[in-house]
């Protein structure tokens, strides 16, 4: 078992080889439960969002809109090879 150091400011560092075994990335948050016999548990945060939150999310102040047909045209070229 990897031994991590805590720092002056109460704060650890986790390894990459730990990092990579949770499947988690820079920037990217993490869970900590507390267990009674003091062990923690750290897992990759879930995320909490809904639809609400994701439509124009993507949307840029002045930016191209287009159609659904517009849309689907597109993804139907992608899809085929075509740019």
């Known amino acids: 078992m990897p031994a991590l150091t805590v ?9 990459r080889d730990l990092l990579q075994h949770l499947n988690v990335v820079p920037g990217q948050k993490v869970e900590v439960d507390k267990l009674p016999d003091g062990r923690l548990v750290v897992a990759p945060a879930t995320p909490s969002g809904s639809i609400d939150e994701f439509i124009g999310s993507l949307a ?3 930016g191209i809109k287009l159609s659904l ?9 992608a899809w085929a090879g075509e740019r």
Do not use: P, S, V
């Open 7 to 15: 720092t002056a400011k109460g704060q650890i560092t986790l390894k």
């Open 60 to 62: 840029k102040k002045n």
């Open 69 to 77: 047909e517009e849309i689907k045209e597109i993804t139907e070229r």
